[in-house]
DNA sequence: TAGTGGTCTAGACCACACA
DNA sequence: GTGTGGTCTAGACCACTAA
């Protein structure tokens, strides 16, 4: 590495490099990087500790390595997007993709809640998407997503697929890798009740989920009310 | 390493070797692991591949590694035994640690579906406990615990602490590692209602949690419903 | 000062993918 | 066969800890 002083351990240095890379697009997603031993050359530094860092980036789910191959910038597809952050499966553990009804859109001032969890400046519009979800064709999830307009500028008016993250990342150039939840019990209210064809007062999951990007900033907050009379939330802890 | 067919990496191999002295007991939790020089000598393979087992037994909390002390068998002191599992916090992230109230403990036998999370035979005995567990003074956690009562012998009898999994591990050697949870929302009972201090019908969050061993074998099965008007249970994605 | 883990390097050989 | 990442080794120096 040409000239880096020397407060932070090389490998991190050159992770951080590398992630600067892929979050300006410099590396974009699915490309082929140079070989461990090219990438060695041009900064000056020995192969194991590009090694180090290109681990690291793999471990956290930016990178692909594939023996024999290369090292791949990892391309958010939607299997994968969906896989990575879709937590709702059916007792015992079988995963499962949900599918998406229409979506309703509109764009309208950001709230004050909003413009603190999205770190907006007053003033700044916002798009609100309003969808079901359903899991065996019966809608299990009602869900409202909001993100800034000025990042997702068109957004309104396309077509919203499943799998937004990959839309995200395909047409916005948006990374998200990284999401905090937090989930409660709640009555389903009237409205609520009507749109997933249940009970006024059925208890539902309500899951708060904020999503950031490569660069930490929060990107979407999204709230899904989910029937979890058949279905549940599953998590690992290690 | 002396003698052993080479159909995995080294470092795996020496990885299980260490993960057996972890969990038979022959390095015992808090203690002071001979140095990687030594360990290497001791196998016969290099101080690199030593190395990535370390690191690789530390990056799943089983060892802790300082720097210029030595590496240790991670002890489950009751801090970390919370903080790894308690995923109850305020909104906003804040953590938090709960007290625990008095608990009813019984014997009896197992019920088919406990006989088949646990893995046990027909006939076994199991421990249930009951308790609730609060926050700020106010109880918000209504939990039933099931183990069998030939791992455990004498719990019944004896005081519940609020970090049970440090008491696995210092009376029974059992090391809680990792846990499935599957949550649900579902409206309080009666009888819930009454020992939580709410309305019948409030919407609790129900957590349902398969704890398993350093050997991958079920331990607990334990419920837990949670009165999340105020908190929240928080999960990071990545 | 001596001993530990943390970082960095250099080079060897293996397993795999693909032309 | 050629090139890739995966594994393994050996040795150097650094940063931290404790006697």
Redesign the pocket.
Known sequence: MTDIPGFR????QVREMFLRRISDGTWEPGRL?P????LAVELG?????V??AL?SLAADNLLE???????YVAAVTPERSLFQFFRIARPGGERLTPSSGTAKTRVRAATGEERQRLGLSPGTEVIEIERTRAVDDKPIILETIIVARDRFPGLEGGDIPNALYALYQSEYGVNVTAANEELRAQAASTDEAAQLGIAEGTPLLAIDRLAYDLDGKPVEWRRSLCDTRELVYAVTLR
């Open positions: 351990p090389l490998y991190q990087l070989s461990e031993q090219a530094v020995s192969q194991g500790t090694r180090k681990d390595r594939r023996q024999g191959k290369g090292t």
